[in-house]
């Protein structure tokens, strides 16, 4: 059965670092890109990273360029590695799956670009 599901989420100091894992089964085959988007308190959901089925594609929200890092492994895990934490980084964090039509390149970073979604994970940036 496929499913997405996130961890390492947790209360971090500004400038600290957390990484976030997604358990991506069912979600590793060449259709589907993997997402991170996150979502504050009031706020709607944004984008912060995707990259492709095989790890080539990256791509990253201007807010946290820089700062995050978007990686894969050859089999279901997806990471992204948050530095230099910020208090507006604040949020619950999702891990997501796109699929791909045949040829298709990234999808967009928007929420409806894909179509299955983890629980997510909260992670608190405060001192």
């Known amino acids: 059965q496929s499913q997405l599901v996130e961890s390492g989420g947790g209360l971090v100091q500004p400038g600290g670092s957390l990484r976030l894992s997604c358990d991506a089964s069912?979600?590793?085959?060449?259709?589907?890109?993997i997402g991170w988007f996150r979502q504050a308190p009031g706020k709607e959901r944004e984008g912060v990273s995707s990259?492709?089925?095989?790890?080539?594609?990256v791509d990253y929200a201007a807010s946290v360029r820089g700062r995050f890092t978007i990686s894969r492994d050859n089999k279901n895990t997806v990471w992204l590695q948050m530095n230099s934490l910020k208090p507006e980084d604040t949020g619950v964090y999702y891990c997501?799956?796109?699929?791909?039509?045949?040829?298709?390149?990234?999808?967009?970073?928007?929420?409806?670009?894909?179509?299955?979604w983890g629980q997510g994970t909260q992670v608190t940036v405060s001192s």
């Open positions: 997501a799956a796109a699929k791909l039509p045949p040829g298709a390149g990234m999808p967009q970073l928007v929420v409806r670009a894909f179509g299955s």
């Open positions: 069912g979600f590793t085959s060449d259709d589907y890109a």
């Open positions: 990259i492709s089925s095989h790890g080539e594609y």
